[in-house]
């Protein structure tokens, strides 16, 4: 596990180009700067080319689109292809809507993800695998995780992040599992949403996206953990808050003493 992207990516402030959710958009944007990332946003298809051409890595956010933003989010991931920018996917309540999983299917027939961040309902959903997805939030099922991050990372070759109490990170072959992290992930909507662009900001620093991708999970959730141990009885509201204090102030070291992965 290379921690030490966590100082590589503060040294070289990647700028990542995200297109948000109007939901989540300031705790993604927030959550990135405090990191030590670049954040920009766009709702414009007519600078899809110009705002790939200034970033180092983009986040495509599924989580509530026009159609409009559609053909927007289409455009984008295919000049992130075509210009060889590292490009993270996440596709926001697909286990639960039909019509978010039938348009996630159709972009990803005009573009290729390099990882795809979602919570168990969400990587369900793309392999196929029946699961009971509850809105934007995980659900129930009873199948393995390791195996459906797998088989939704073979069939779209890409890496896949399944993320939950444990984040199982794998290319479809290797599986490195996060077990670091705090419930109150779960009370604070757009958790989830932030991972996905942190994960982005790390592909622009680490060419290796299996590597970038676990580095992110481990560091996100670890700062989570100890902003969480930091104070009793943290509720939503303050957490969030803290969490963007642990993003900008957390080191390294401070992540390795409590590393929890295999
Ligand atoms: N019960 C839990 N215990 C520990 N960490 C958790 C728990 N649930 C989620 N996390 C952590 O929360 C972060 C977000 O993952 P999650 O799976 O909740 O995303 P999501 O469902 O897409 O969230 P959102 O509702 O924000 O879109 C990850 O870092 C994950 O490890
Ligand atoms: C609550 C919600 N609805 C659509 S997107 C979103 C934020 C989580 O991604
Ligand atoms: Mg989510």
Redesign the pocket.
């Known amino acids: 596990m290379k921690v030490d992207l966590l100082d590589t990516l503060r040294h070289q402030n990647p700028i990542v180009f995200n297109i948000s959710n109007f939901v989540?958009v300031q705790d993604v944007a927030n959550g990135l700067n405090a990191l030590g990332a670049s954040p920009i946003m766009s709702e414009e298809v007519a600078e899809a080319e110009e705002m790939v051409g200034l970033s180092s890595a983009v986040c495509l956010n599924l989580g509530a689109f026009t159609q409009t933003q559609v053909e927007q989010i289409r455009k984008v991931g295919e000049v992130a292809n075509q210009q060889h920018k590292p490009l993270v996917i996440?596709p926001?309540a697909v286990g639960a809507v039909a019509y978010r999983k039938m348009i996630a299917n159709n972009l990803l027939t005009h573009f290729h993800p390099d990882v795809i961040r979602?919570?168990a309902g969400?990587i369900a959903a793309l392999a196929d695998v029946d699961w009971q997805a509850k809105g934007?939030?995980?659900g129930e099922g009873t199948g393995d995780l390791v195996a459906i991050a797998q088989a939704c990372a073979q069939k779209l070759k890409c890496v896949v992040i399944l993320?939950?109490?444990t984040?199982v990170i794998t290319d479809g072959t290797r599986v490195v599992k996060?077990m670091n992290?705090?419930?109150l992930?779960?009370v604070?909507?757009?958790?989830?949403?932030m991972?996905s662009s942190i994960v982005a900001a790390f592909c622009a620093v680490e060419a290796d996206y299996f590597e970038a991708a676990q580095t992110a999970?481990l560091v996100?959730?670890a700062i989570?953990e100890r902003v969480a141990q930091a104070t009793p009885n943290l509720g939503a509201g303050s957490f969030s808050v803290q969490l963007m204090d642990g993003l900008q102030l957390t080191t390294t070291a401070q992540i390795n003493a409590i590393a929890a992965y295999q």
């Open positions: 989540t996440d926001v979602g919570n969400e934007i939030d995980a993320s939950g109490p984040d996060v992290g705090t419930p992930f779960q604070h909507v757009g958790s989830g949403d991972l999970c996100f959730a989570g």
